[in-house]
């Protein structure tokens, strides 16, 4: 072959290769996540056509728990999309009003909109997240989850981040049922778990599963099997909700997790609030029932929420690098991981905001007990994935923090570290070397000398990180927000260490 031939073939490999590339980054923009669409003509029209008779109004409050309020679908009308409903006593939700200013309006979401399966003839109920207003013209109510996450949004568009992609790993309990009695404090208080799978059931009608053995068994050990079937086939006919996979997850008695393709912010945590909605649901029409509480079983794994992150903007993945021999990690990306690290202990009051997070972040348990970044390593707080390499990989690039439990409101989740990521881009935080070995199995010297830090040990702890490194918060989350969400969680650490715990009376009764 002469040396023109062999110009002409190489450069039609590079043309070649280019529009094969091209096509790749098409394709993968197309598969992005479809938004939710309806516009308030379009839930007009499918109340219409469905029969619908009552709208579900819900909300969010500053701890993450969803409530709502039902209103007839005769009295919906355009000013309820532009007005909103004056039904919302907000002195009444924890942590947002006092009684002398708590006239508030629920503003609903018409793309939120979806039919409730488990209402009369599953069509007769339909369901709206709404947005939060002040009554008498005072606008957005500042401590609504939900206007924090939109805040949040905002927030990395301004700073040059278009889109943001979110994935929440959300893992859950499943038990047949609980028992439990903490109503006499002075008398003692104690709980039962009862779990076909348990590893204590020894009613010989199933096969029960060995605490920390709970990872992909197949039925009949996986009883769990058809309820997360029907969780998927909710979420995604009537919500709208994409799902990739489930699966039974490590821990013994019922631990579930069900996995959605990412989406943006303000979306992915729409879906998560409909996502434990939708779990609890489905369990109790199957007389079980789900908790999202992180640390309910001694002596096996929690539940977490790991929480992938990217930033794109005009389509391009803006933590993807090439060239970067490491983990394809852009420069971008890794101050992205330097925010996280230098605020972790501070996002813990956020990610972490019960006292039973700290049952969970202790070690032997696969939970991230140590503030460090790496790839692959799931000892560290700060994952970089690494399952492609090259330009396949593009898409897929992203960071994995893996701090958060499913007790978090997935709103200020999601806001907090979009927060510190960025305040992490804007001072070029450096997240220091990655840690390549078990942090689990290091040495306290090896530890101290690599400069890995602990997250808090107890909530008090998180809430005193957060009061004293706030101020990379404050752009999307207020300084009420932070006031009212901290005294709910002191309040809550009192209540626990005030009270004798039923195992101090095994170590301590003979003292």
């Known amino acids: ?302 539940s977490g929420m790991h929480v992938h992150v990217s930033l794109w903007n005009k389509g391009v993945n803006l933590f993807y690098d090439e060239n970067d021999p490491y983990a394809e990690l852009s420069q971008t990306g890794r101050y992205f991981v330097g925010g996280l690290l230098e605020h972790s202990r501070a996002l813990a009051a956020i990610t972490n905001p019960t006292t039973n997070s700290y049952r969970r972040l202790v070690p032997g348990y696969e939970a991230p007990v140590f503030i460090a970044w790496s790839r692959s390593n799931r000892s560290a707080n700060v994952r970089v994935p690494v399952y492609y390499k090259g330009r396949g990989g593009m898409k897929s690039k992203r960071i994995e923090f893996r701090t958060p439990d499913t007790s978090s409101n997935p709103y200020l989740c999601f806001a907090a570290m979009a927060a510190a990521g960025a305040d992490g881009i804007k001072k070029k935080i450096d997240p220091g070397d990655p840690v390549n070995e078990d942090i689990y199995k290091l040495s306290p010297e090896r530890r101290s000398q690599l400069g890995i830090k602990e997250l808090p040990g107890n909530l008090r702890e998180a809430v005193e990180e957060l009061l004293s490194d706030s101020e990379f918060i404050k752009p999307v989350i207020s300084e009420d927000l932070i006031e009212v969400m901290t005294e709910l969680q002191l309040k809550s650490f009192i209540d626990v260490s005030t009270k004798p715990h039923p195992y101090e009376f095994y170590l301590y009764f003979d003292v």
């Not at 992005?32 to 008779?53: G, L, N, R, S, Y």
């Not at 942590?95 to 508030?104: K, P, R, V, Y």
């Open 1 to 302: 072959m002469n040396v023109k031939s062999t110009k002409i073939t190489i450069k039609y490999w590079l043309i070649t290769i280019s529009l094969l590339v091209d096509e790749v980054e098409q394709n993968m923009q197309e598969a992005m996540p479809k938004q939710w669409a309806m516009t308030k003509e379009d839930v007009f029209k499918a109340i219409e056509k469905h029969d619908i008779k009552f709208i579900d109004l819900q909300l969010t409050d500053v701890l993450g728990k969803l409530h709502h309020i039902t209103i007839s679908t005769r009295y919906l009308d355009d000013n309820t999309f532009t007005e909103g409903v004056a039904k919302l006593d907000g002195s009444s939700i924890r942590g947002f009003a006092e009684i002398h200013e708590s006239d508030m309006l629920l503003r609903p979401d018409p793309s939120t909109y979806a039919v409730i399966p488990w209402s009369l003839d599953g069509k007769k109920t339909a369901r709206m997240l709404c947005d939060v207003y002040k009554g008498f013209g005072g606008g957005r109510f500042s401590r609504d989850p939900r206007f924090v996450a939109q805040k949040a949004e905002e927030y990395l568009k301004k700073l040059g981040y278009d889109t943001s992609y979110w994935g929440p790993e959300i893992e859950f309990f499943v038990f047949d049922k609980v028992h439990w009695d903490a109503t006499s404090p002075y008398q003692g208080v104690s709980y039962k778990i009862e779990s076909r799978e348990a590893a204590w059931n020894v009613d010989g009608t199933s096969l029960p599963i060995r605490f920390k053995e709970g990872y992909y068994p197949a039925p009949p050990q996986d009883t769990l099997m058809e309820y997360r079937n029907e969780v998927c086939r909710v979420l995604t006919d009537y919500f709208g909700v994409e799902i990739d996979a489930h699966h039974h997850e490590v821990a013994t008695a019922g631990q579930c997790e069900i996995d959605m393709r990412f989406d943006t912010l303000v979306k992915m945590a729409d879906k998560a609030q409909t996502y434990k909605y939708a779990a609890r649901n489905v369990a109790s029409q199957m007389g079980m029932v789900a908790t999202f509480m992180p640390k309910p079983i001694f002596g096996d794994n929690a």
